[in-house]
Nanobody, 121 residues
Framework: QAQLAESGGGLVETGGSLRLSCVVS??????????MGWYRQTPGKQRELVAAVIHTGDKKYADFVKGRFTISRDNGRRTVYLQMNSLEPEDTAVYYC?????????????WGQGTQVTVSS
């Protein structure tokens, strides 16, 4: 069973930056062919997509992070990154990574623990 290990969260001031990492313990071939996404969740709200990168390298972003966050991947390291700049208090959440299975609403891997991001005002 593949595992997801998110890291890099922390407490930053408004306008600060963080770089999140997610290592996926799966075969490199599976990782290479997978779409990978970053999601976030706050108490009482549903988990929402922040950014995704497909196996071709194409990327998509939620409107609320465009121009501030950058998603990238290193297939050899089976790792997906999220560079977060110009952080705002509204970005405070637990951030998770996973691989969405297209057209199903489900995910390829079991959710990890996530990494807490807290932005102070």
């Amino acid at each position: 069973q593949a595992q997801l290990a998110e890291s890099g969260g922390g407490l930053v001031e408004t306008g600060g930056s963080l770089r999140l990492s997610c290592v996926v313990s799966t075969h490199v071939g599976i990782f290479r062919s997978s779409t990978m996404g970053w999601y976030r969740q706050t108490p009482g709200k549903q988990r929402e997509l922040v950014a995704a990168v497909i196996h071709t390298g194409d990327k998509k972003y939620a409107d609320f992070v465009k121009g501030r966050f950058t998603i990238s991947r290193d297939n050899g390291r089976r790792t997906v990154y999220l560079q977060m700049n110009s952080l705002e208090p509204e970005d405070t959440a637990v951030y998770y990574c996973n691989s969405p299975i297209p057209h199903t609403g489900t995910y390829q891997f079991t959710w990890g623990q996530g990494t807490q991001v807290t932005v102070s005002s």
